[in-house]
């Protein structure tokens, strides 16, 4: 009889999830296993719930390869580099919506913050690739992560040639949150993505992060373009997992985006 294993390889054998966790699908496929009647549905159930936690938001196959082939040869042209970045980040649906605020984005929420020196960038996508959008120190460390091998691949690279501190590994932030405290955690748009996946998986990782400061944000409409109603479902669910919490939180309320700064008491080692 074909079990977990099986599921896990039929699974990671199909071109489009074969760059994705093996913690994230075996934790899908577990499930999916459990409540669907044959090996083909649970299969088939798994991979759309992949695709809709990662898939969906890739516009276009992205050749990575290509891409920093370019990158290199234009790395000292400033102006350049920041419109390869633009158009690379209009390729991941989640940074292409954030492009018409990204000069407001990071300079509102993140001013005046002060003694940064790592950034964790969780379910980071490409926003990477907005790194010079963020008014932080030239040398933070800056540490990304993502449910996609090839993805983060691109983007320890990225940092690699642009020489900036940093590096990118893969995280299924449901089996496996961050232990290593932070100054600032960017975890954007993610929460709603993990709720999908596992119910209660949002608190639990607000439970595991260790971090001062903390830019939790909520889509303002759906991949699909719906938005009555969405920011506000969104806010009245994050206040109640962060209530009973000593955290200070600042609103920021964007067209396409609504996020939370976070003050936490803890300090980073
Ligand atoms: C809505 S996008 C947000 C991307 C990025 N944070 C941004 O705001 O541009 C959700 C991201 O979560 C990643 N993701 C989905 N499930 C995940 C999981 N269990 N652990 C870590 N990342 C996950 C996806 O690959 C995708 O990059």
């Known amino acids: 009889m074909p079990d977990l294993n099986d599921l896990i390889i039929v699974i990671a054998k199909s071109p489009k999830y074969q760059h994705i966790s093996p913690d994230l699908i075996r934790q899908i496929g577990a499930r999916e296993l459990m409540a669907r009647r044959s090996f083909k549905e649970a299969v088939k159930a798994a991979k759309n719930k992949l695709h809709q936690v990662g898939g969906a938001y890739f516009e276009s196959r992205i050749d990575f390869e290509e891409a920093l082939k370019q990158l290199a040869e234009i790395?000292?042209?400033?102006?350049?580099?920041?419109?390869?970045?633009?158009?690379?980040?209009?390729?991941?649906?989640s940074t292409k919506e954030r492009l018409p605020i990204l000069d407001e984005?990071?300079?509102?929420?993140?001013?005046?913050?002060?003694?940064?020196?790592?950034?964790?960038?969780?379910?980071?996508?490409?926003?990477?690739?907005?790194?010079?959008?963020?008014?932080?120190?030239?040398?933070?460390?800056?540490?990304?992560?993502d449910i996609y091998a090839d993805l983060v691949g691109f983007v320890r690279d990225f940092l690699g040639v642009m020489g900036m501190n940093g590096r990118a590994h893969v995280r299924d932030l449901i089996t496996n949150p961050p232990t290593e405290p932070a100054?600032?955690?960017?975890?954007?748009?993610?929460?709603?993505v993990l709720e999908?996946?596992?119910?209660?998986?949002?608190?639990?990782l607000l439970d595991a992060l260790k971090a001062r400061y903390l830019l939790i944000s909520f889509p303002a409409r759906s991949l699909?373009?719906?938005?009555?109603?969405?920011?506000?479902?969104?806010?009245?669910?994050?206040?109640?997992?962060?209530?009973?919490?000593?955290?200070?939180?600042?609103?920021?309320?964007?067209?396409?985006?609504?996020?939370?700064l976070v003050t936490t008491s803890q300090a980073c080692d």
Not at 75 to 93: G, P
Not at 183 to 192: E, G, Q
Not at 196 to 204: C, E, L, N, T, W
Not at 251 to 259: S, V
Request: glycine share 8%.
């Open 196 to 204: 999908q996946v596992k119910k209660g998986a949002a608190p639990r």
């Open 183 to 192: 100054d600032l955690i960017l975890l954007l748009k993610t929460l709603p």
């Open 105 to 145: 984005f990071y300079a509102t929420t993140l001013a005046g913050l002060t003694g940064v020196c790592r950034v964790l960038d969780l379910a980071c996508g490409l926003n990477p690739l907005a790194r010079s959008w963020m008014p932080l120190p030239a040398d933070v460390e800056y540490i990304a992560s």
């Open 224 to 260: 699909g373009g719906r938005q009555k109603g969405m920011a506000q479902n969104y806010e009245a669910q994050f206040r109640a997992w962060v209530g009973g919490r000593p955290w200070r939180i600042q609103r920021f309320e964007f067209p396409t985006e609504l996020a939370f």
């Open 75 to 93: 790395v000292d042209d400033e102006t350049a580099v920041r419109a390869w970045c633009l158009d690379l980040m209009r390729r991941h649906a």
